[in-house]
């Protein structure tokens, strides 16, 4: 007997029994629908990446917290008292459930005076704070103190070097950049009962979140101790460390209590969080279009399936099994899906150039090309309108 | 191997169970048998083989083919049997009306092909169709559409042919062409023939007949 020639079972051989061209609007209407939902998605997506990467170096946030520093407020009422932090006033702080951990910026308690020696020829009483480590955005390792050591490691405000740099000029002075501000030899005078103690003082590092002159606190217990005989001061100013500083229970706690909240390093934080609730609403759009495109698709596919109904069945009674008959059909709509999905994200990669190019004025804080993990989202939605596609289909052949 | 043992179907009357000698019985259809059902109407001749070829399963008792239940099958499980076990010709014929004759039995040939494409003309030839094979199915004589469900059932390989009044819309002449069509491809795969019909047919030399 002569070999079988085997034609190889594919869509085409069942195609003719199937009424697949009919109900062709609402096809393309589920087609376009998804289109959009999912251009939006992917649009939605790379715009909170945008917001995230524009605003990142403006965010005073540390290992997913953030920082922030308060003080009592200052009315023309209490201005005769003493508005400082008790600790009572701490451990409150401490005990709410937004706040994750608080910490005093302790201050000198004695009169400290630092020179710059010949080469700057600068001299001005000072106030020193110290505050723990964790809430310090820079901290490098020689940042210590122990006693009996004569150099004191100092962490200084960028900003109050910008400010020097200001006047500076105008004084005679010169301009320091961070990296030169740190070779400086600072003389640093402790006035006690027992006289005048010089020590040397070097700037270790700045700080972009914390607005003072910063010492060990290991020094500042020792100093307030030895020369101003007050070993535990009240703060007047309580960092905090938090999971959101725009939290709207901490910041009616701290209203409530009448606590000055520094407002500069929450502004962006505030506007970041109002443009990511609106990209969020428009994915949360871009989803029920998705959804409501992939519904009209299954009444498109149940219809086509009710009317071929009979001959799908005489298929399954002539030996034609229903999972090869479920895969077949599905993947007939898998180059429509592919093409749907490559269309919307080639548009947002078009709207993503535009938006970095002429929105932003190619800047560089932005890359023109979309971001990898818009491009995995496509890729799952892809696979994720195959899959529902072929379970539906499945499911409507099993009941058959 | 098809066994049967003590099958009955549910909704029967009890005399017509009683009477019978496959309900409630044990039977056993071997490859290569010859076997005729005598069935009068009414006797649950097209339940039985719908029962066979899994199509229902509102029966007590058990069926098996090649020692696994029936009742245990699953879809794939079927569709497997259906396209390379048993083959099958229906009552009531069962074609895609909208399609051409060609298309009809092709369908089935494709599934899992025992004959290349050019056997479906020779034997359409043979049965006398040859002309029809481009017509859509539901513009055939019944007697033409009887042919074409029969050549359809002889497109996969096959170890049991069930035939339900294959022969009833043909005239003597072309239900002895197509009955030698029928033996020579069941005896090519060494098949049985399980032939269901209202009264025994003469031309048939079954090697059993049973009564339902």
Known sequence: MEPIKKTKLSFRTIAPFLNIGQNNTSRFFSYAGLAIGVLLLLCSVQMYININQLLKDKNPRKNGFDFIAITKNITDQNMGNDNRFNDADLKELQSKPFIKDAAPLISNQFRAKVSAGDIIPFSTDLFLESLKNDFIDTVPPSFSWQPGQQEVPIIFSADFLEMYNIFAPAQGLPQLSGTSAGMVTIFLECYGPGGIQKYKARIVALSDRINSVLVPEEFLKWANREYGNAPNPPAARIYLKTVDANNPELLDFLQQKNYRVNKDKTKFGRVKQVLQAVVTGLGGFAILVILLAMMLFSFYLQLMIARSKDNLQLLLTLGYSPGWLSKTVAKKWIPAYTIIIIVALCLTQLLQWLFQGIALNNRDELSPLIHISVIALAALLWLLCILVNYRLIRKLLYRL | ?212
């Open chain 2, 1 to 212: 191997m098809i066994s049967l043992d003590k099958v009955q179907p549910s909704y029967l009357e009890k005399e017509k169970i009683e009477r019978s000698q496959i309900w409630n019985e044990q039977l056993q259809i071997s490859k290569g048998e010859r076997i005729q059902i005598v069935a009068p109407s009414g006797s649950g001749k097209t339940s039985f083989i719908h029962f066979l070829y899994g199509l229902r399963n509102d029966f007590n008792g058990n069926i098996s083919i090649d020692g696994k239940q029936l009742k245990n099958f699953s879809a794939e499980d079927f569709a497997a049997i259906r396209s390379s076990v048993c083959s099958i010709i229906f009552q009531d014929l069962r074609l895609f009306p909208d399609h051409t004759v060609f298309e009809n039995i092709n369908i089935k040939r494709v599934l899992n092909p025992f004959h290349g494409e050019e056997r479906i003309k020779e034997m359409a030839a043979r049965l006398g169709i040859e002309n029809k094979l481009s017509k859509l199915a539901r513009t055939c004589s019944y007697g033409e559409q009887q042919r074409v469900a029969i050549i359809r059932a002889l497109q996969q390989p096959f170890d049991f042919i069930l035939m339900d009044e294959p022969y009833s819309n043909l005239d003597e002449n072309n239900r002895m062409i197509a009955m030698e069509l029928i033996e020579e491809e069941a005896k090519k795969r060494n098949a049985a023939i399980v032939l269901a019909d209202l009264k025994r047919l003469e031309f048939y030399k079954a090697d059993r007949i049973i009564y339902l």
